[in-house]
């Protein structure tokens, strides 16, 4: 199947630069409402049977758009939420973003076994990410829209790309409206079509002024 993966729009605690993870999160901003009406344009050529969003408020928000001009609903999984925070939760300063993003990088590079101080370890993320998107494969779509969180995006499709891709997935942007595609499926692997870092309704819509840690992860972590 084509799975596209796309990260929420700008939020007040991209920013800000706070580690906001948990439930119902923060709404997005007015430009995080502009990037979520222009990637309903930039998808307009892409075939998609279903839209499913995570439990917060701001993957609902920019989904709406695509949501609306397809005539769809988007349908919610639990599993699709952010990498929890757990101890940094709503915080900003540099040891607490350092903290956050230097676990992921490690989850990434292959320690599964640590956790997130006060949160879940790669094991449980994968656990509950594999099994929401094992549910969107099992649907039957030929192409579906995920609308998602930035480090838990990254993550997941740095670990399930099939080893032969060479993406630099781990270190590539993923701002605000990013969009990453992959086709394929658990049995025979994910394979990396395109992975447009930047916001996908075009360049003018990122916010270079804001701090957004699980935007730029190599920038989060040599703060």
């Given at each position: 199947?084509?799975l ?9 605690a991209?920013?800000s630069?706070e580690?906001?993870t948990a ?20 998808l ?6 279903a ?5 917060r408020?701001r ?16 349908v919610?999984?639990?599993g699709?939420?952010e990498?929890?925070a757990g101890?940094f939760?709503m915080q900003s ?7 956050y ?8 590079e292959?320690?599964h076994d ?6 879940e370890?790669?094991?449980e ?7 929401a ?8 779509h030929d192409a579906a829209?995920?609308v998602?969180h930035?480090?838990?995006l ?7 790309l099939l080893?032969d891709?060479?993406a630099p997935a781990?270190?590539e942007?993923l701002?605000n409206t990013?969009?990453?595609i992959l086709?394929g ?12 870092g930047e916001?996908?309704g075009g ?5 270079e002024?804001a701090?957004?840690?699980?935007g730029?992860l190599d920038?989060a972590v040599?703060q």
């Amino acid at each position: 199947m084509r799975l596209l993966l796309m990260r929420h729009g700008q939020t007040h605690a991209n920013v800000s630069g706070e580690l906001d993870t948990a439930h119902p999160g923060l709404e997005l901003t007015d430009l995080g409402h502009t990037q979520a009406t222009a990637a309903a344009q930039a998808l307009l050529d892409e075939h998609l049977d279903a839209i499913y969003v995570s439990s917060r408020v701001r993957t609902h928000q920019t989904a709406t758009p695509t949501a609306r001009a397809r005539s769809l609903t988007p349908v919610q999984l639990d599993g699709l939420h952010e990498i929890a925070a757990g101890d940094f939760e709503m915080q900003s300063d540099h040891d607490s973003v350092h903290g956050y993003i230097s676990t992921v990088a490690a989850w990434i590079e292959g320690d599964h076994d640590r956790r997130m101080p006060g949160g879940e370890t790669a094991h449980e993320f994968l656990e509950r990410y594999d099994a929401a998107v094992r549910t969107i494969v099992d649907a039957g779509h030929d192409a579906a829209l995920i609308v998602s969180h930035g480090a838990a995006l990254r993550t997941w499709t740095s670990l399930r790309l099939l080893p032969d891709q060479g993406a630099p997935a781990a270190t590539e942007p993923l701002h605000n409206t990013a969009l990453i595609i992959l086709e394929g499926d658990f049995e025979a692997g994910w394979s990396l079509v395109s992975w447009h870092g930047e916001a996908c309704g075009g360049r003018f819509l990122d916010d270079e002024s804001a701090l957004d840690p699980t935007g730029d992860l190599d920038d989060a972590v040599d703060q």
